[in-house]
């Protein structure tokens, strides 16, 4: 039986030329990279996107380690990149079997095999059976029929296997393998934009969402969760290498909210010198929990409010409401945590009064930080069906461009337009003393040099925007 020996490579992200807010290990890959050092196979991580590597000299490094497979997330903003990436695999690695998996690829893993022709295999949903399976395939020890998730071609045709149900116990698929990364921790590459220390890292302590709001790129809704054991274990082993701030990456941290005060509880109790961000829902937040979440040393909570207009948030099946986002923020900033907020611009039901609205709100409330983005219609899910229902679909997610499609709203001239009231908004509210003081002194007074020179390039895009509106898409701080 050949021994397999496995490159799992990290991609760079569409920012991967500018300042990031944040750049985080890849966690996904290494938790298949775990299963598959259990299994006996060899296994190199690249991350691409950290080293900010150019395509030729990420396929170079690939080309040196000769592996038997190539495997690589696929996620939506990144399609055509990924492609490219793909062709010139191929091309330096003829005898290289590639796989794909990742939130795109797992939505539409018969399209995606077509779109790819340099690539042999889709891996649909987690995969750290299913890779194991797919190395065994390729040694010869079992048949690709054998192989959960897998898309792949057969007799000119595209063949598919049986996703394999998720586990309701996370704590088998073990830890990630961070020591095959240990050299970019040391190197500092891993941070947060807020935060000035590095490295920093994360922690996965859940895996899927039951919610299912309507522009959510996650279709996996079947939630299951580590024991709190399994995660105290997880952050000691963090901290004991040298790591001092952890952010708990979970989409739904708070959905079972007496595990998460039992897990804030343990921290507290272990004494450690750690401090965390989490995400959460608004409709969870009281004042015991951020309490406890203070002294747990939870430094911020991040919130997807997405719009200070109910009828909106109906139509985007938030099950939230203004009112909810509100005493979220209220509560959050008076415990002395910091308060980020993300919210979507141009859902269908939108007009400009609700996004009027939506300014409004966050002008009044100020959190500490408000990331406002472009709605963006992925594929699979409900707003994008809905668009495309309407006819106001404009555009589609192409292997050949960079160009994102977009929702034009009945009132929205064209991209220009929406884009200008994306860009004005960030404007509106950054561009005022409260926002201008805080990042000042977040940046000078704790010496944070990557925030301040982040703000400066955010600056000059609002104002190359306002020289020449739509010419590039913004950002937000």
């Known amino acids: 039986m050949k021994p397999q020996t496995v490159l799992l490579i990290n991609p760079c992200a569409t920012y991967s030329n500018e300042i990031a807010q944040k750049c985080y290990p890849p966690l996904n890959l290494l938790y298949l990279a775990r299963a598959l050092l259990r299994a006996g196979v060899q296994v190199h991580v690249l991350d691409a996107n950290a080293l900010a590597l150019p395509r030729d000299q990420t396929v170079a490094l690939a080309r040196q380690l000769r592996p038997d497979l190539v495997g690589i997330p696929l996620y939506t903003e990144i399609l055509s990149s990924v492609h490219r990436l793909a062709q010139s695999l191929r091309e330096a690695l003829p005898e290289t079997r590639l796989v794909l998996g990742g939130a795109h690829a797992s939505a539409l893993p018969r399209e995606t095999l077509d779109q790819f022709p340099a690539v042999d295999f889709i891996l649909a949903g987690p995969a750290e059976r299913s890779i194991v399976q797919l190395s065994e395939a390729l ?58 220390t590095r490295p920093v890292d994360t922690l996965v302590t859940s895996r899927g969402c039951p919610f299912a709001c309507t522009f959510c790129y996650n279709q996996d809704h079947a939630y299951r969760h580590h024991s709190v054991d399994h995660v105290m274990d997880e952050i000691l082993s963090i901290h004991g290498r040298g790591v001092r701030d ?130 963006r219609p992925y594929p699979q899910t409900t707003v994008y069906r809905e668009a495309k229902d309407l006819g106001w679909l404009r555009g589609e997610w192409r292997v050949d461009s960079d160009e994102y499609p977009w929702v034009q709203l009945p009132w929205v001239r064209d991209r220009t337009h929406i884009e200008g009231i994306v860009q004005r908004a960030v404007r509106q509210i950054y561009f005022r003393p409260h926002y201008l003081r805080q990042f000042a002194t977040m940046a000078i007074v704790n010496v944070n040099t990557t925030l301040a020179r982040y703000a400066m390039q955010e600056a000059r895009k609002a104002v190359m925007n306002l020289v020449r509106p739509g010419a590039k898409r913004s950002g937000s701080l």
């Open 139 to 196: 040694s010869g020890a079992r048949g690709l029929v054998d192989v959960e998730g897998l898309t792949y071609r057969a007799d000119g045709a595209i063949a598919q296997t049986a996703l394999a149900a998720p586990g309701r116990q996370l704590d088998d698929v073990g830890t990630p393998a961070r020591e095959l990364v240990q050299k970019l921790y040391d190197r500092g590459l891993y941070y947060t934009l807020l935060v000035r």
């Open 246 to 375: 952890i952010e708990i990456v979970d989409d739904t941290f708070t959905f079972h909210r007496e595990r998460a005060l039992e897990i804030l509880g343990r921290i507290i109790k272990e004494r450690l010198p750690l401090s965390f961000r989490i995400k959460s829902r608004v409709d969870v937040i009281d004042p015991e929990f951020v309490r406890t979440a203070r002294r747990a040393g939870v430094y911020m909570i991040s919130y997807g409010m997405e719009s200070a207009d109910d009828e909106i948030l109906r139509r985007m099946n938030k099950r939230t409401t203004v009112e909810q986002n509100e005493r979220a923020a209220r509560l959050t900033m008076e415990a002395g945590i910091a308060c980020h907020t993300s919210w979507i611009i141009g859902h269908p039901g939108e007009t400009p009064e609700s996004i009027a609205r939506t300014i409004d709100f966050i002008v009044k409330v100020k959190p500490t930080t408000a990331q406002i983005g472009l709605l």
